[in-house]
């Protein structure tokens, strides 16, 4: 008998076990055991073995038609060299945009101050007085009457 590769699958370990017992048993006829090798043979040739077969992406997404878009040469080298950049250079800005609002407001607050303490009249004992921010704070803050 010929050595098979090994089988992994419970049809190939009875399909085993049979042709043992079928080679081992020699009491059958002529025609019976040609009929029997015959059919071996042919099981063993409908029975195909596939190989998984290795694909790039790139040949998945033209089988697929998903095919990437093609550019000319010095636009796709600038993609492939700044594509990674285009999100950092967003977040950069964002962060300065941000930083800039929040000077803006702290400004603001700070022009209030300065327009409250120079409107009113206030005796000069307030302008040394340690909670006279809080003062003001609380009066720019509060709803005129």
């Given amino acids: 008998m010929k050595h098979l590769p090994s089988a992994t699958t ?3 370990l009875l ?3 049979l042709a043992i017992m079928l080679d081992d048993n020699t009491d059958l006829s002529y025609e019976v055991t040609e009929r029997l090798r015959a059919a071996r043979t042919r099981a063993l040739s409908i029975r195909r073995i596939t190989q998984p077969q ?3 992406a790139q040949e998945i997404q033209a089988q697929n038609g998903l095919a990437l878009l093609k550019f000319p040469g010095q636009i796709q080298l600038f993609f492939q060299t700044f594509g990674s950049l ?3 250079l967003g977040l950069v ?3 300065v945009l941000i930083h800039e609002f929040h000077n803006d407001q702290s400004a603001l607050e ?3 101050i300065d327009s409250a303490l120079l409107i009113d009249d206030l005796p000069p004992n307030a302008y ?3 909670s ?3 003062y003001l704070k609380y009066e720019v803050n509060s709803p005129q009457n």
Avoid: M, N, S
């Fill in 10 to 12: 419970t049809q190939d």
């Fill in 15 to 17: 399909g085993k076990r």
């Fill in 54 to 56: 290795l694909q790039t």
């Fill in 86 to 88: 285009i999100p950092l």
């Fill in 93 to 95: 800005a964002g962060l």
């Fill in 110 to 112: 700070l022009a209030e």
């Fill in 128 to 130: 040394t007085d340690p």
């Fill in 132 to 134: 006279f921010l809080d």
